[in-house]
């Protein structure tokens, strides 16, 4: 029976950022993460947390919410699913976290501490590399949801902010 790192680098192997890594570098990569377990409503991590790590969904969905400005209030502002990296900016910043992730349903995550990460990307890998790469794409995606947010809230396409 393979062991939790195999299966892991299996799972990286099917994401199309590590797709082309050979067995070393998977592997390699692999070593790095936790598996965790959260069950259904619990919380990852909470808005204001010193943020620690990033996670990764193998199985499940983790909702994202933030507070509202009437106090006590929150709303679901997202749904991250299997295959997507969240609280990835923990990985860059030494902020906290600016939102709150629950467990939708019975969640399994891979988890990277910060400095562990941080380690691991100072050697120049190609895993290190293809890591940074989904990084980078997710906080690509969530900048242009907020934009289209922004643009729903003011009234305007995203074209003519874009313009303005």
């Known amino acids: 029976m393979a062991d939790i790192r195999e299966k892991i680098a299996i799972f990286l192997k099917a ?12 592997f390699g990569l692999a070593s790095l993460f936790q598996l965790k377990v ?5 919380v990852i991590y909470s808005e204001g947390d010193i943020a620690k790590g990033a996670y990764l969904i193998v199985k499940g969905d983790v909702g994202v ?3 509202k400005l009437e106090a006590g209030t929150e709303s679901i ?3 991250y699913k299997k295959n997507m990296l969240f609280g990835h900016l ?10 709150t992730c629950k467990a939708e349903d019975d969640v399994f995550l ?10 691991f990307f100072t050697q120049g890998s190609a895993a290190a590399f293809a890591f940074q790469h989904m990084g980078t794409t997710a906080l690509i995606r ?10 729903k809230i003011s009234n305007q396409t995203p074209k003519k902010l874009n313009q303005q």
């Open 15 to 26: 994401l199309p950022a590590f797709a082309n890594l050979n067995g070393q570098n998977l």
């Open 38 to 42: 959260a069950k259904k409503g619990m």
């Open 65 to 67: 919410y933030k507070k």
């Open 77 to 79: 502002i997202a749904v």
């Open 90 to 99: 923990a990985l860059i910043d030494a902020g906290k976290e600016h939102v």
């Open 110 to 119: 891979l988890y990277i501490e910060k400095n562990i990460f941080f380690n």
């Open 142 to 151: 969530q900048l242009r949801s907020a934009d289209e947010l922004l643009a």
